[in-house]
Every structure is written in structure tokens, then in C-alpha cells.
């Protein structure tokens, strides 16, 4: 098993928008793409807010073909076209880590 951890940052005028794309679509879209996620945080980074989530998956390969299908999804982009038009950028940068458990690691 291995975790991604994915940190976007998100802009304090149109936050709760980017809240409610991500609550009421974008995670129940990657759960039909078999995106398992473990939770998901705010917080404040140097730039202003982030959004933090962390993901579980079965290998790289399954973390690959998950995202591939994701972007791929024709609900998932007419979701963000219109999300875009009526509110604006909501997403600004994106860092995305992939954590490999070390053998000493607590298990999970």
C-alpha cells in the first residue's frame, strides 16, 4: 500500500465554492475511480489557505490508472467548466507527494 498526499492551494474569496465542488462532486466522482480517501484538512500556508487530502491506494500502478480515469471522467469536466465559469479559478497550485511506508512504520 502507499498514500499520496495532495496539498492545493485555494483562495480565500471563492473558498467556500471550491468546498461545496469538492464535497458534493469531485470526491464522489473519485470514489467511483476507486480513489480511496483516508481525510481531508484545511490549513494555512505561507501563500493563504490550502486544501490538504490524503489518499490510500494499492500501488502506483492502481494511483496512476485512478487518475488517468479521473481526468478522463466527461462529468467530472463538465463539473469544473461550469464550477470555473460561475466562480472563478478555485484551485491555484498543486503539490502532490506519493508516501512510501518505511519498514519501521506503525502499521496503519
Known amino acids: 500500500m502507499i498514500c499520496q498526499l495532495r496539498i492545493y492551494e485555494i483562495f480565500e474569496h ?8 469538492f464535497r458534493d462532486h469531485a470526491a464522489r466522482i473519485m470514489r467511483r475511480h476507486g480513489f480511496d480517501i ?17 489518499l490510500r491506494w494499492s500501488d502506483e500502478a492502481a494511483l496512476e490508472a485512478g487518475w488517468a480515469s ?17 466562480d472563478g479559478r478555485l484551485v491555484g497550485g498543486i503539490e502532490s507527494r506519493v508516501l512510501r511506508f518505511v519498514d519501521y512504520s506503525p502499521a496503519p
Do not use: C, Q
Open 38 to 54: 483516508v481525510a481531508m484538512w484545511e490549513a494555512e500556508g505561507a501563500r493563504g489557505p490550502e486544501f490538504i487530502y490524503l
Open 70 to 86: 479521473f481526468m478522463a471522467d466527461t462529468e467530472w469536466s463538465r463539473i469544473k467548466d461550469e464550477t470555473g465559469a460561475r
Open 14 to 21: 471563492n473558498k467556500a465554492a471550491f468546498h461545496a465542488r
